[in-house]
């Protein structure tokens, strides 16, 4: 069992930038990768970037590729997003999960565990 729980999330002008955090409890955390997605009000669940359990591969959706940055720290059982550039197209509440096998897959379906979620405001 994996406890995943997000901060660092609030309220920004276009343009700004946040750092999300999402430290995990629970056993064997530097195992798994760990995935960021985001919902925006009426859409569906989105893929943001995901990192492999070592750090070494990350992967982005095209959406925040060059803005986004994810990294983690697994002495500390977390894992960061690091969101510059950001537009009000970036407005969502943001989930940290743990994915089933794929890393880079968009479908809420293939992540086992996720947090409650943070939300970012961006406004113009």
């Known amino acids: 069992q994996v406890q995943l729980v997000e901060s660092g999330g609030g309220w920004v002008q276009a343009g700004g930038s946040l750092r999300l955090s999402c430290t995990a409890s629970g056993r064997s955390f530097s195992r798994y990768a760990m995935v960021w997605l985001r919902q925006a009000p009426g859409k569906q669940r989105e893929y943001v970037a995901g990192?492999?359990?070592?750090?070494?591969?990350?992967f982005y959706a095209d959406s925040v590729k060059g803005r986004f940055t994810i990294s983690r720290d697994n002495a500390k059982n977390t894992v960061y997003l690091q969101m510059t550039s950001l537009t009000p197209g970036d407005t969502a509440v943001y989930y940290c999960?743990?994915?089933?096998?794929?890393?880079?897959?968009?479908?809420?379906?293939?992540?086992?565990?996720w947090g409650q979620g943070t939300q970012v405001t961006v406004s113009s």
């Open positions: 999960a743990v994915p089933k096998s794929d890393y880079r897959s968009p479908l809420a379906g293939d992540y086992d565990y």
């Open positions: 990192i492999r359990w070592s750090g070494g591969s990350t």
